[in-house]
C-alpha cells in the first residue's frame, strides 16, 4: 500500500475521466429533469459510475465499499467509502449529481447530448452542472481504490439523484439524509461538489417565489374615473411592499464579510392579465416574482412581514399613492375597493452561510491557493437549496466546483479539462492537509 504522501503524485487521469464523461453526457437525453414533463433516470449515469467502481469493491477484493440507494426505481443514489484507519475521521465529497437541466438541441450550436471535444473545451449538457464533477470525483475514487493510500479519513463520495428539482422530495439526498445513511459524515467536513469557477463559495441566498395579484373594477379607459385600474393598483402596491422590504431587511453587515455582491433583493420578473382591448382598463392582473433573501435572515420571518404589509395596504387602500387625478383605488359610490392578494410558492428556501473557522475551510482554501494560485472566496445570492437542509442538519458543509458559472444552466454549456485537472488535485491536497 502506499503511503498517505503518494496522494501528491495523483492526478486526473484524462484517460479515464473524458471517456467516463462522454458516456454520461450521452445520457443526458434522459436525464433532464423539469417535472411532471421530464422525470430523469439517473440509474443511466450511475451505471457508468459503478462500472468504474465495482472491480475495486470489497466484492470484488478491492477496498471500496459502494452502496446504491434508490427510494424511486430508477432514480439512485450512489454512496463510496475509502476506508481508513482511525474511527470517525471522515471527509467528504458530496452533491455531484446524476440528472441536469433541460436543453433544447434546436437552440444549441452543438448538439447538447453528446461529448464533443475541442482543445481544452469540453462540451455537452451536464459538463459544468454537474456531470463533470460525477466524472471528477469518480476519478478520484478509483484511483484511492487502485493506490490504496495509507490514511487516518475515510473518504466518501455521495453522487445524488434529483439535484435540480425541489417539489418532488425523497429521492435524493434529503432521503439519504432521512434514512441516517449519512449520519457518519458529521464528524468532518463536507464538501459540496456543485458550484464553478474555482473558488469556495461562502454564501448563497434563500429564495421565496410570490404572486401579487390586484383586483380592482374593469370598465371603459374613456371613463377611467369609473374604474379601478388592476395594473397600476399593481404596481403602486408592489413597490409600496418594495419599500417596506428594503427598509425592515436592509444590507446586513455579515454580508459584507461573506463578500456578497448584493443585499437580499425583492423584484418582479413576470407579468400577466387576463385581457382584452387596448381601451379597456382591466379589473385583474398579477406581477410574480421572487425575493433573494441572504442567509442573515429568515425567510420565514421574510414572507411574514411581506403578508402584513399586504393586509395593512388592503386596510388602507385610499391612502395607496396613486397616478394622476382620477386614478384611484376606492369607489365609494359603488362600495368597491381595490385589493390586493399575496401568495408564496409552498417550497422556500434559506440561504447558507459557511463556517469560516471550519478546518474543512481553511483546508480549502490552502489547497486551492496552493493549485490554482490564489484563493478568492464569493458569496452570490443563487440559491442552493440542498444545502441549508445539510447544514441545519448538523454537517459542515463547504463549497466548491470546477465548471463555469457562464455556462450554468446555459445554452452551450462548456467546461475546461485544465479546471477539472486543477479541481482534482485541489481535492487530494484537501486531504493531505486534513491528514495533517
Not at 111 to 125: A, E, H, I, N
Not at 147 to 173: Q, R
Not at 203 to 215: D, E, N, P, Y
Request: glycine content about 10%.
Amino acid at each position: 500500500m502506499m503511503m498517505m504522501t503518494g496522494l501528491q503524485d495523483l492526478q486526473l487521469s484524462q484517460n479515464c475521466f473524458i471517456p467516463l464523461l462522454s458516456k454520461l453526457i450521452g445520457e443526458c437525453k434522459y436525464l433532464q429533469n423539469n417535472p411532471p414533463q421530464l422525470i430523469p433516470a439517473e440509474d443511466r449515469a450511475g451505471k457508468h459510475v459503478l462500472s468504474v467502481l465495482r472491480p475495486l469493491s470489497l466484492e470484488e477484493g478491492g477496498p471500496l465499499r459502494i452502496n446504491h440507494v434508490a427510494y424511486v426505481q430508477g432514480r439512485g443514489n450512489i454512496i463510496v467509502e475509502y476506508p481508513g484507519t482511525e474511527s470517525g475521521r471522515i471527509v467528504s465529497f458530496v452533491g455531484s449529481h446524476l440528472d441536469v437541466v433541460t436543453a433544447n438541441p434546436e437552440d444549441w450550436d452543438f448538439d447538447p447530448f453528446t461529448l464533443s471535444v475541442k482543445d481544452d473545451k469540453l462540451q455537452g449538457r451536464g459538463t459544468t452542472d454537474c456531470l463533470g464533477h460525477v466524472a471528477l470525483v469518480t476519478d478520484l475514487m478509483r484511483q484511492l481504490g487502485e493506490t490504496k493510500p495509507v490514511l487516518k479519513h475515510t473518504v466518501v463520495a455521495v453522487f445524488i439523484a434529483n439535484e435540480e428539482n425541489s417539489s418532488v422530495l425523497g429521492v435524493g439526498i434529503d432521503a439519504l439524509v432521512k434514512d441516517g445513511l449519512l449520519d457518519k459524515l458529521r464528524t468532518g467536513p463536507l464538501f459540496w461538489i456543485d458550484t464553478a469557477d474555482k473558488q469556495p463559495c461562502i454564501g448563497t441566498a434563500g429564495m421565496i417565489v410570490w404572486k401579487l395579484r390586484a383586483t380592482g373594477k374593469l370598465f371603459h379607459s374613456g371613463l377611467p374615473h369609473k374604474a379601478i385600474n388592476a395594473l397600476e393598483l399593481c404596481m403602486d402596491g408592489l413597490k409600496e411592499i418594495q419599500d417596506r422590504f428594503y427598509r425592515d431587511f436592509p444590507a446586513h453587515p455579515e454580508e459584507a464579510r461573506y463578500g456578497f455582491a448584493t443585499p437580499s433583493t425583492m423584484k418582479p420578473t413576470q407579468w400577466s392579465y387576463p385581457g382584452g382591448g387596448v381601451n379597456q382598463i382591466p379589473g385583474e392582473c398579477t406581477i410574480s416574482g421572487d425575493v433573494r433573501v441572504t442567509p442573515f435572515y429568515d425567510v420565514k420571518d421574510v414572507a411574514k412581514k411581506i403578508e402584513e404589509y399586504v393586509d395593512d395596504i388592503n386596510s388602507h387602500i385610499e391612502m395607496l399613492e396613486s397616478r394622476g387625478p382620477v386614478s384611484k383605488y376606492v369607489l365609494p359610490d359603488e362600495g368597491i375597493r381595490g385589493r390586493i392578494f399575496i401568495e408564496f410558492d409552498e417550497i422556500m428556501t434559506s440561504g447558507v452561510a459557511c463556517n469560516l473557522d471550519s478546518p474543512g475551510f481553511h483546508a480549502l482554501c490552502k489547497a486551492t491557493e496552493a493549485v490554482v494560485g490564489s484563493v478568492k472566496p464569493y458569496s452570490l445570492t443563487g440559491s442552493l437549496p440542498l444545502i441549508r437542509e445539510l447544514q441545519d442538519e448538523g454537517f459542515d458543509v463547504q463549497i466548491v466546483g470546477y465548471g463555469l458559472m457562464a455556462t450554468y444552466h446555459a445554452k452551450n454549456e462548456y467546461c475546461l479539462l485544465s479546471d477539472f485537472k486543477q479541481g482534482f488535485k485541489v481535492l487530494t491536497n484537501i486531504i493531505m492537509l486534513l491528514e495533517g
